[in-house]
């Protein structure tokens, strides 16, 4: 039976499975519904210096995009950090681990960019009995401007200023959470861990605007007639978020520095694939927010049945894809497929023939009776009708045997070959 406890940098949780630093978070009655239903530790929204609160816009705060169902895909917020005073944050988290224990309890932190504020608030979480810290440098909206948020998490050199000042003045576990609005998600996790950072975790929120209202003519959430950009996040971030999770675990500078994997996490399938390319662990938002609390139930159960049936641990499966991840001219140029239709599940939608004709290879015949046939000699095995092919299965790529013939380039399968060694490549051995 696998083992789903999880130590992730020393911190100890019944489950990989947090609660990321927002709205969730937010509060001791929050937290401990969320404990109650399971989830193996939070990370507590984002408390700020102490002083006058934050303050919220009253109007809308979130924007959406929707699936064709309306099931929701993007969430897009212009909240800030907790706008609850600190000192009711500090005694609720207190409360709230002396409680529960065994589960992770982190703070989440964004305070500005000086030595004294780090050291300061540092000093005013020491007693909580929290079990880390995440320096939040990733808020991409309100906080930015005041250079704090993302407006840190895009300078490398203040990355790890400020982690040095945390580990200097902590003895807390230090994740450094970082923003995806930068081109290379590499150099702030190596600043993060020349800082000293324990972790990181990523990703925080996209720069987004959700929509135009059309007849105000504004951004969506509008607030009396203006928008601003927000933070996106929910299923629609998970691709980004995958690849730069892969970045970090793959880069030879970062190697081995522990991941938290955040971005549109939904499912146990979900968080598993953040554990295979080199997370530790995973963090929840907006599935919480869309569905409640419970959805971790199916996270605990589905992630158990997948260990089982495969007979693996945990440890087995965080970093387990990350060999496979590879740069495109490495990839084996003899391996061919073609597309193969099965008719019986085929509800002659049309879908594959539209798209193959119209933008990509013409290799779909439609038959009399609206029987589509894959064109063998002009498939070139883009995927495309797969992709847009309504019925789950219906189209397959079947590889070829090694030597079978390719009937559109009149060549027999090979072995593996990519492009470093290809004659077309001017820069190519074989080019020489
Ligand atoms: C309304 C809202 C508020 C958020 N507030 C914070 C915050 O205070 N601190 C923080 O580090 N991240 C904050 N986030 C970002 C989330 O922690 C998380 O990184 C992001 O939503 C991606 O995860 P998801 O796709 O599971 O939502 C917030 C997200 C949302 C939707
Ligand atoms: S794989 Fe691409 S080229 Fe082949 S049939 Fe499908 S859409 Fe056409
Ligand atoms: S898209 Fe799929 S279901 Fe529609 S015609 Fe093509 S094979 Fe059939």
């Excluded at 509060?27 to 399971?38: D, H, I, L, S, T």
């Excluded at 450094?176 to 020349?194: G, H, Q, S």
């Excluded at 605007?209 to 105000?216: E, R, W």
């Excluded at 087995?316 to 061919?336: H, I, K, S």
């Amino acid at each position: 039976m696998a083992d789903l406890s999880s130590n992730f940098v020393g911190i100890k949780s019944p489950n990989p499975f947090w609660l990321a630093s927002a709205p969730p978070t937010d509060k001791e009655y929050n937290v401990r519904r969320a404990f109650q239903a399971g989830w193996g530790g939070v990370v507590w929204k984002t408390l700020g210096a102490e002083g006058p609160p934050v303050v919220n816009v009253n109007g809308p705060r979130y924007g959406a995009i929707y699936g064709a169902d309306r099931r929701l895909l993007g969430l897009n917020n212009i909240e800030l950090i907790t706008d609850r005073p600190l000192e009711v944050n500090l005694r609720e988290i207190k409360q709230v681990k002396r409680d529960y224990p065994d589960r992770a309890l982190i703070i989440s932190l964004m305070v500005p960019c000086d030595e004294d504020s780090w050291r300061t608030i540092l000093m005013q979480i020491e007693d909580t009995g929290a079990d880390g810290v995440e320096l939040n440098f990733g808020c991409p909206h309100g906080m930015s401007e005041r250079g704090m948020g993302s407006a840190v998490g895009q300078v490398p050199d203040y990355i790890e200023m400020v982690t040095r000042w945390v580990k200097q003045y902590s003895r807390m576990p230090c994740i450094v959470k970082l923003t995806p609005n930068i081109t290379d998600v590499r150099k702030p996790a190596e600043a993060a861990k020349r800082g000293g950072a324990d972790a990181v975790s990523l990703i925080n929120t996209i720069n987004s605007i959700t929509g135009v209202d059309l007849d105000l003519f504004a951004p969506e959430p509008t607030i009396d007639g203006k928008g601003a950009h927000g933070g996106y996040c929910g299923p629609a971030v998970k691709p980004i978020a995958l690849n730069m999770v892969a970045e970090i675990a793959r880069s030879e500078e970062t190697r081995g520095l522990p991941i938290s994997g955040i971005g549109g996490i939904t499912t146990w399938r979900d968080a598993a694939e953040f554990m295979a390319l080199g997370a530790g662990n995973v963090q929840v938002c907006t599935a919480a927010m869309t569905y409640g609390f419970k959805v971790v139930q199916e996270m605990i159960t589905g992630l158990h049945d997948y260990l089982d049936s495969h007979e693996m641990q945990l440890s087995d499966l965080v970093g387990r894809a990350v060999p496979n991840v590879t740069n495109w001219n490495q990839l084996n140029l003899n391996y061919v497929t073609k597309a193969v239709i099965e008719q019986d599940l085929c509800i002659k939608c049309g879908r594959c023939y539209a798209a193959c004709e119209d933008t990509s290879h013409q290799a779909i015949a439609m038959k009399p009776g609206r029987v589509f046939e894959v064109i063998e000699e002009e498939c070139v095995a883009c995927n495309l009708c797969v992709d847009v092919c309504p019925v789950e299965d219906c189209i397959t790529m079947r590889e070829l045997e090694p030597g079978e013939l390719d009937i559109r380039t009149g060549i027999k399968r090979g072995d593996y070959a990519n492009w470093t060694t290809h004659p077309n490549n001017p820069m190519s051995k074989a080019a020489e």
